[in-house]
């Protein structure tokens, strides 16, 4: 049974830092690429940051470059999300996604397998 766990959100202070886990089973982890995605209320979920099986190639978006850090542990098959500076808009429930073919696009509709979410409340 494929499992994505994610863990680590809650309520911070804007300016604060979070790093979100998400702990993989019942797949192949090194193979897959590994995504992150976040929803906000009344928005569309969209990719935060990705990365890729080989290389650890990353993609980020735009409003979190310089700001959030991907990051994969092979051994311990795990993804992590390092969050810094976080802002009231980054206010969403976080998902963590694997991607069979291994790359670091950051499309939705491309992610297989997918966590339940963990909220990440960020106050201004």
């Known amino acids: 049974e494929v499992q994505l766990v994610e863990s680590g959100g809650g309520l911070v202070q804007a300016g604060g830092s979070l790093r979100l886990s998400c702990a993989a089973s019942g797949f192949t982890f090194d193979g897959y690429g590994l995504g992150w995605f976040r929803q906000a209320p009344g928005k569309e979920r969209e990719g935060v940051s990705c990365i890729s099986s080989v290389g650890g190639r990353t993609f980020y978006i735009n409003s979190v470059t310089g700001r959030f850090t991907i990051s994969r542990d092979n051994a311990k098959n795990t993804v992590y999300l390092q969050m810094d500076s976080l802002k009231p808009e980054d206010t969403a429930v976080y998902y963590c996604?694997?991607?069979?073919?291994?790359?670091?696009?950051?499309?939705?509709?491309?992610?297989?397998?997918w966590g339940q979410g963990t909220q990440v409340t960020v106050s201004s």
């Open positions: 996604a694997a991607l069979a073919s291994g790359s670091n696009y950051c499309s939705l509709g491309l992610y297989e397998y």
